[in-house]
């Protein structure tokens, strides 16, 4: 989208202005606005002309022209049909200079497939066409020992975003059980449990980043939510929006997890609260792997920069990484069977 | 150097041989064996034929060749006369997944000159050529947010190593206040003490790393060494080994560092414990800044991964990272002025 385009789009977002009233607005000729209306439309936007002077009627789903549009131009946006992996795409972009230095809140790179999608650790991610698979790069101040807020930071905007989506769906979702909540597993998930209480991960965070000790020179957080994909096609015990609630407008869910995430970012205190809020694990039995060494307790807190804090009937232990299981209340002494 | 020179050179590392016997024991032709000792004296190894066969009886002072003989190839080097930044081309070797993997202990960036060497937080590090200036490129499985433990265990390594070329040296230093004591200032400084109590920099360390939140995927360890070079090029409040004992055999120097370094950095526990033996900034009252924010209090203590513990009369606060100075005992309630 160019700035004659912006700047129209912005002229008819609210009452419909005619196209001599724009041209004034913006100091621009008649016929640019002519072009410009034509050159949104072939975007996808719907943009009436009627008496009154254009009016935009409708927008497209998704892309990166709609989600800039939708978040105020607050975040640059980069949309691929299809690319290997949107984290890969924003390092990259990162360690250009150039990039995500003149934005206010960053740079996001937006995929409908991923074709080598990654979890945590150099897992895969299952990433089908109709997804929400982004990565948005930002340059805090913060040093690389604090980046585990943005992760749960991350993680709230997107329980958040995703809770409000199903709320306002029209629960075509094809699970009969349906969710009756969405929270958030230490230290990186986003689940959705339905009524039998069973969990199911609905997205997931991955943050990476690069910087000295004091300071980070970027950071990518990485946001995947099985969105508009049939969950026969997700790996065992992962579920989507589709199957819960129907088919959601990607746009209005990237632009509520941004603007969310955004606002959180800038009062860490906040974070930690809103992370608790929506814990799944705090008071659950746990099983965490990390380093190859396992500890099994009572998660009974989460403290900064994102340390779960685990009593094992001995001590009570900072877990600062790991994988985490939430295990069944009764079974308290070994793994829950995977299914 | 190539597998035969390195193979002939171990060959007469300890008692001479003779052509026949090397081209025997390495399975190749005596032509060959001639061919590689040529290649090393072409790269300053001195080698006598005498009676018993070939002798090594010289190194050269300095070198990728020589420091990987000296340090046993454990770690792979490479040495430029000038270079804009051994962190910045040790970062780029990092981003290439080829370089640093196949390597026992990492690989080592040397310079005899760098034109933007850095410091901490993008400052300028001085880097004249006579200088130690080395990147050491490591994948350690670890968390970005102990990253700072390697901080500290490189400063214990370069203050050890500077300590004992200082006690080996022929006491040829222009200065005339010999220094008494080589310590460690927090987070990242070897300062040279001299009789008057008088601290300046001899040696700076800067580490940068990239991953994700549970591991980085490499971390570059910068090390720089004010060794042969005259003060008068330094900043103020920075010194030179050169200044102090006189030039020091820098190959030696940079094997003593790295070897130290490779142990420490494989015992965690005990890093903390050798950077409070070295430390001046314990026990002292100190100002620290940080993200534009001031405290000053008494240094009562280090904590994994690095964080120093300020006494400030009200409280013991936790510090992550920041500019540490020493204040004047005289002094406890301003800044010390710098001259």
């Known amino acids: 989208m160019n700035d004659t385009q912006r700047a129209v789009l912005d002229a008819i977002s609210g009452d419909p202005a005619s196209g001599p009233e724009i041209a004034e607005g913006l100091g621009v000729t008649r016929a640019a606005v002519w072009k410009a209306v034509e050159g949104l439309r072939e975007a996808g ?4 002309s009627g008496e009154n002077g254009y009016a935009l009627t409708d927008l497209p789903e998704y892309g990166a ?3 800039e549009h939708r978040v105020d131009g607050a975040f640059a946006v980069q949309h691929h049909e299809s690319i290997q992996s949107t984290n890969a795409r924003a390092r ?7 990039f995500g230095r003149k934005e206010a809140s960053g740079l996001v790179v937006l995929a ?3 074709t080598g999608g990654r979890g945590r650790l150099d897992r895969g991610w299952v990433s089908p066409a109709g997804g929400v698979w982004m990565s948005v790069l930002i340059r805090p101040d913060l040093p690389p020992a604090r980046a585990p ?3 749960l930071a991350a993680a709230v905007a997107t329980a958040r975003a995703v809770d409000d989506a199903m709320t306002e769906s029209d629960g075509a979702g094809t699970d009969t059980d349906t969710t009756t909540s969405v929270g958030l597993k230490w230290p990186n998930d986003v689940l959705a449990v339905d009524r039998t209480g ?11 980043m690069e910087g000295e000790t004091d300071e980070v020179t970027w950071v990518v957080v990485g946001i ?10 997700l790996p065992d015990g992962a579920t989507s929006l589709r199957e819960f609630c129907g088919d959601v407008d990607r746009g209005r869910l990237v632009r509520s997890i941004l603007l969310a995430f955004d606002r959180l970012r800038s009062s860490p205190e906040r974070i930690l609260s809103a992370w608790r809020d929506r814990s799944l694990t705090l008071g659950r039995r746990v099983r965490v792997e990390a380093g190859g060494e396992t500890a099994v307790g009572d998660a009974v807190g989460v403290e900064p920069p ?6 094992t009937g001995d001590e009570t232990i900072q877990v600062h990484a790991g994988d985490c299981e939430h295990l069944r209340p009764e079974k308290t002494d070994r793994p829950q069977k995977r299914t």
Chains 1, 2 share one sequence.
């Open 45 to 48: 936007f719907e943009i009436d």
């Open 65 to 67: 022209d709609v989600v």
């Open 92 to 98: 990259n972009l990162a360690r250009n200079a150039r």
């Open 112 to 114: 409908d497939e991923q």
């Open 149 to 151: 807020l943005l992760t």
């Open 198 to 208: 069973s969990e199911r991960k609905l997205a997931g965070i991955l943050t990476e």
């Open 224 to 233: 995947g939510v099985n969105a508009n994909v049939d969950a026969v096609d």
């Open 306 to 311: 994102g340390t779960l804090l685990l009593d």
